[in-house]
C-alpha cells in the first residue's frame, strides 16, 4: 500500500516581479528571458521573510485543505536550498512555526530534487509503520542570492525611480545567466497510508557528485577557516555558479530516463501517464521532456512563466495548481520528476486513489 496525498497547499510573496522589471537593473530582455526560458514573472520574499515563514504558510493551507490538525502530524519533511540561518536547518524551526508537536521534523538538502526525495523517504516512513500522517514541504527565499545591489532593490521595490547605479547593474549583468531563473514560494503535501493499492507505488532516486559544479555555490563551506568571510563575498563565491547549458543537456535526458525507469520497474508504460509534474527550471526543458516522453505538451504543463524556478517548491506549487484545475482525477497516472543540483534527480509515481 502506497501512501496518499490528502492535501496540498502553497505560499507565495505578494511582490511580483517581471522581465520588465529586470530590464531596469541588469543588461536584459522581456524577448531574451521570455524565448530561451519561458519566464514571465516571478516573485521575491521582502527582507526578514525567510523559507520557514513560506514553509509554514504552505503547510497550514496543506493541513487546512486536508482537514487534518497540526497535532496529528508525525512526521515533517522539509526541503530547501535556502534555509534561514546556517544551522539548525528549516524543519524544526517550521514545525515550531505550525505548532506541530515534537514530532520527528528533518531538513534535506537535494536543491530541485527535493521535493520527489522527500516524497520517497516520507512514502517509506509511512509504508514501515513510523510514522502515520506526514507533511513534505519545499521552500525556497532565493531573493537572498539575488545579484542586486541597494538601489537595485528599490527599484525592483518601486521605491525608487532609476537611474540604476552603473556597477550594481555590472554585477547583475554578470550573473543574469541565472538570476532571471529564479523565483520565490512554497508547496506542501500531507501524506497518508492508503488503504489499497493506490496512492505512490514506485520511485527511483539518483546522485552524481561528479556533476556537483553544474550550479553550486562553492563560498560559505566549512573546508574555509574562517568559513565565510569578506573575500568570498568579494569574489562572488556566496552565489550559485552555473554550467547552464550542460545543465540543460543532463536534465533532459535524466528525467525521461527516471520516469521510464520507475514505469517499467511496476510494469507500466508512458502511454498509461496522465500527469508529469517535472521540474521547472526552464520552459524548454520541460518540453523536451515531453518530447522525449513522446507525451503531448498537456500531459507535461508548465507553470514556469508565472513563478519561475521555484527549486524544491516548485513540484508541489505544480501539483497544488493541477489538482486545482481538476487535472488529477481519481484513478490518474502521475510521475513527480526532477533534475537539479548535486546532481539529484528521481521519479515518484502517483495512482490517485
Ligand atoms: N539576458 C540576455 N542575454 C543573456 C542572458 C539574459 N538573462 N543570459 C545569458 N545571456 C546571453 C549570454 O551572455 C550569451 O551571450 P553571448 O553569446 O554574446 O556570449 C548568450 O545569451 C547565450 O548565453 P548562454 O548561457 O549560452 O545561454 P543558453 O542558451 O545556454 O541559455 C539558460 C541559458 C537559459 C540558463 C539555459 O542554459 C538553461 O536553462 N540551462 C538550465 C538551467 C537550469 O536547469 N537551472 C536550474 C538549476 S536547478 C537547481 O538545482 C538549483
Redesign the pocket.
Known amino acids: 500500500m502506497g501512501s496518499v496525498i490528502v492535501g496540498t497547499g502553497v505560499a507565495q510573496p505578494p511582490h511580483v516581479v517581471s522581465n520588465a522589471d529586470l530590464v531596469k537593473v541588469?543588461?536584459?530582455?522581456d524577448e531574451?528571458?521570455q524565448s530561451?526560458?519561458g519566464v514571465a514573472r516571478r516573485r521575491y520574499v521582502a527582507p526578514g521573510v525567510g523559507s520557514v515563514q513560506l514553509a509554514a504558510e504552505a503547510v497550514s493551507a496543506a493541513l487546512n485543505d486536508a482537514g487534518v490538525a497540526p497535532g496529528e502530524v508525525d512526521l515533517l519533511v522539509n526541503a530547501t536550498?535556502t534555509p534561514d540561518m546556517f544551522a539548525p536547518g528549516n524543519a524544526a524551526l517550521v514545525q515550531a512555526e505550525v505548532g506541530l508537536e515534537r514530532i520527528c521534523a528533518f531538513e534535506i538538502r537535494q536543491?530541485?530534487?527535493g521535493f520527489v526525495y522527500g516524497l520517497e523517504l516520507a512514502d517509506a516512513m509511512l509504508a514501515n509503520g513510523r510514522a502515520t500522517t506526514a507533511v513534505v514541504v519545499g521552500a525556497e527565499a532565493h531573493a537572498g542570492y539575488m545579484p542586486f545591489g541597494p538601489t537595485s532593490w528599490a527599484m525592483l521595490r518601486g521605491t525608487h525611480d532609476g537611474p540604476a547605479d552603473p556597477d550594481e547593474y555590472a554585477a547583475a549583468t554578470d550573473s543574469?545567466?541565472?538570476s532571471?531563473?529564479f523565483g520565490d514560494g512554497a508547496g506542501a503535501c500531507v501524506l497518508r497510508r492508503g488503504e489499497d493499492d493506490s496512492g505512490f507505488i514506485g520511485g527511483r532516486l539518483f546522485s552524481d557528485g561528479g556533476s556537483y559544479d553544474l550550479?553550486h555555490v562553492p563560498g560559505i563551506g566549512f573546508s574555509r577557516q574562517p568559513y565565510i568571510d569578506a573575500a568570498q563575498l568579494e569574489a562572488g563565491l556566496c552565489i550559485?555558479q552555473?554550467k547552464?547549458?550542460e545543465?540543460?543537456r543532463q536534465?533532459v535526458r535524466a528525467m525521461p530516463s527516471a520516469v521510464t525507469g520507475v514505469l517499467d520497474s511496476v510494469g507500466l508504460s508512458v502511454s498509461d501517464l496522465d500527469l508529469v509534474i517535472a521540474?521547472q527550471?526552464?520552459a524548454?526543458?520541460v518540453s523536451a521532456v515531453g518530447t522525449a516522453l513522446g507525451l503531448d505538451e498537456s500531459v507535461v504543463p508548465s507553470n514556469i512563466a508565472e513563478h519561475g524556478?521555484t527549486?524544491a517548491a516548485t513540484l508541489p506549487i505544480l501539483f497544488h495548481e493541477q489538482r486545482l484545475a481538476g487535472r488529477v482525477g481519481s484513478g490518474a497516472l502521475v510521475a513527480f520528476t526532477a533534475f537539479?543540483?548535486?546532481a539529484h534527480w528521481g521519479a515518484s509515481l502517483y495512482r490517485v486513489p
Open positions: 541588469m543588461d536584459t530582455s531574451w528571458i530561451r526560458t536550498m536543491q530541485c530534487s543574469r545567466a541565472w532571471v531563473l550550479i550559485p552555473m547552464g547549458m545543465l540543460f536534465a521540474h527550471a526552464n524548454r526543458i524556478n527549486t537539479g543540483a548535486g
